[in-house]
């Protein structure tokens, strides 16, 4: 007898369980390997096949058509993850489902044959004999019924401890429990087509909703534009997380952004701009709409909606508008910035990838920023929103990006242990100047009016302060870090021709928060308006300098000046 029959006959429980893990554990391998994700998914899928183990431990006698029915289950769902990580090289998500059915099927089924090699076939054919033959060596589990149960048991509550643990122990909500068990699930077959359906049906639902909501806002009253049958390209590059003082063009000591001061003369670079928030949904419900300090902000996404955004008003010039993002298209913190983005005219989603902890470069959005641009329409607006340098900041750069290792150039207060961390943010920093410096250099290439507009969501800490070592954002102990952005201004020869910015130089110390963005793009783009508000506008000669608000708009008790908090950082 061999070595495998003899394991299998003696092991029962773990064999099968090796059956169950198969069709999860490929799947989450091949993208821990490839450095696509971490090891989170790998380890949920440990997890949450022992699930399978329950019915074949109540009921051995029928253990081989147990789980000879599950596993057929667990094959088919399998497949879809495994063809869309060759195609793709990315884990199958609710975002994938959303592209699938938001795409017109003949270009789709061009893209994927574009991909399609002949040695596909003989991968699902491979993949799918080993499990025959390991479901083929399945055999009872021998023991009393009263281990089995107590076994079974123990699997229920290890894969249900999400949920245990936030609404027993926690004392938190049910939702909250259930939204986390969810989301322990989902790497595992077949939950990440089951729940990743069930999912995507939920935040359909609530972007169709936001959208009707929007299509009774009211346009903008005594509406004008300069110039209106000019071709004009406009682009606006929204980033993540970036902190401007990690960038060697705004002061700092390591040289993060060589590209850009390689364009430095052809550029405005605005160095005294903070964030509202340090969060991405909540900063930009600000920055892309009329929310302010006085209107306390937007309440929830659907009072977002309600009134006339950015890209309301662009419509309303009649830009063709094209929104390209590298951020998560569909979860349920992004809903409000997917259905914003449905507002444009092309949309174009790159990461479909479940988690942020993966390698998604954001180096992909710039063949699609090429062939916007090549668009026939007379006005164009871009909107391209990377995922920066957004945590965990090692998956934000390729290995070639890597140049900082060393301590050279590190506070002193930074620890060994926290130098690996200090580092690969510094090295996405350099590796975001790269792109962002190509998308220029990709505009300037073209003809026409150009204009682009850089700026990132909000900042990050990442062990700026010997007071405060930690990484990350908080808006209830905040530090200047987490809000002050880079805000970098390009415009062609053309642009500059048909506007007076000579004096835009004399502005790049003002201070300034992005909540009041849409002024000033108005103020650039030769848009008026009756609520116009020019004192608002970063450019304009009605400027005027005002307390700038930081904290939840909706809790008036937690909004500080700025000030306030860079007072405090400097003792």
């Known amino acids: 007898m061999d070595t495998i029959t003899q394991f299998s006959k003696k092991y029962p429980l773990i064999w099968a369980y090796l059956f169950f893990l198969y069709f999860s554990a490929v799947n989450q391998s091949l993208n821990y390997i490839s450095g696509m994700s971490g090891f989170v998914g790998l380890r949920e899928a440990f ?244 929310d302010d300090e006085k209107s306390m902000g937007s309440k929830g996404v659907a009072d977002f909606f309600k009134q006339t955004s950015l890209l309301n008003m662009m419509k309303q010039a009649d830009y063709e508008i094209t929104w390209i993002t590298n951020q998560q298209t569909q979860t349920k913190r992004n809903t409000m910035l997917t259905s914003l983005s449905q507002l444009a005219d092309n949309q174009i989603y790159l990461n479909n990838n479940r988690a942020q902890n993966s390698n998604q470069y954001d180096e992909v959005v710039l063949a699609p920023f090429a062939k916007a641009l090549s668009s026939p329409a007379q006005k164009k607006l871009i909107v391209v929103h990377l995922l920066g340098t957004h945590r965990k900041y090692n998956y934000r750069f390729p290995d070639k990006f890597a140049k900082f290792t060393t301590k050279k150039g590190v506070h002193p207060w930074v620890t060994d242990k926290a130098l690996d961390e200090y580092n690969s943010y510094d090295n996405a920093v350099l590796y975001n100047d790269h792109v962002v410096s190509e998308l220029i250099r990709t505009l300037a290439s073209t003809e026409n009016q150009k204009l682009l507009v850089y700026f990132s969501d909000h900042g990050e800490e990442v062990y700026d302060s010997p007071d405060n070592l930690f990484t990350g954002r908080n808006e209830g102990k905040p530090t200047p870090a987490m809000y002050t952005v880079p805000f970098v201004v390009w415009a062609s020869p053309e642009y500059l021709a048909t506007k007076t910015t000579t004096h835009w130089r004399d502005y790049l110390e003002r201070p300034y928060s992005t909540y009041d963005f849409i002024y000033t793009w108005a103020d650039m783009v030769d848009i008026d308006f009756k609520r116009n508000d020019h004192s608002r506008s970063l450019v304009s000669d009605e400027f005027i300098a005002r307390p700038r608000w930081i904290g939840d708009p909706t809790n008036p008790k937690s909004l500080r000046n700025y000030a306030e908090i860079t007072a405090d950082s400097l003792g």
Not at 100 to 111: G, K, L, R, T
Not at 193 to 207: F, I
């Open 47 to 290: 997890i949450m096949s022992a699930l399978w183990l329950v019915p074949i431990l109540i009921w051995p006698s029928r253990s081989k058509l147990i789980s000879g029915a599950i596993g057929l289950i667990l094959w088919a769902g399998s497949m879809v993850g495994l063809g869309y990580w060759l195609i793709y090289g990315q884990d199958f998500s609710q975002s994938v489902l959303f592209i699938m059915f938001e795409s017109n099927p003949a270009e789709s089924s061009e893209f994927i044959s574009s991909y399609f090699r002949w040695w596909h076939p003989i991968v699902f054919g491979v993949y799918s004999i080993i499990p025959i033959l390991i479901w083929q060596k399945i055999h009872p589990i021998e023991l009393s019924k009263r281990r089995r149960h107590a076994i079974a048991t123990i699997f229920v509550l290890l894969i249900s401890w999400p949920l245990i643990n936030y609404t027993l122990i926690k004392k938190l909500s049910l939702q909250t429990g259930s939204d986390h068990l969810v989301t322990r699930m989902e790497p595992a077959t077949p939950w990440n087509l089951v729940l990743g359906y069930t999912k995507y049906l939920s935040q359909l639902s609530a972007m169709q909703g936001n959208l009707e909501i929007n299509r009774n806002a009211p346009p903008l009253e005594g509406f004008s534009e300069k110039n209106s049958q000019q071709a004009k390209t406009v682009v606006l590059v929204i980033g993540e997380s970036t902190n401007s003082g990690k960038m060697s063009l705004y002061g700092y000591q390591r040289k993060t952004s060589p590209e850009l001061e390689k364009l430095h003369d052809e550029l405005f670079v605005f160095k005294n701009v903070i964030a509202p928030r340090p969060y991405t949904i909540e900063a930009l419900q600000q920055v892309l709409s009329f």
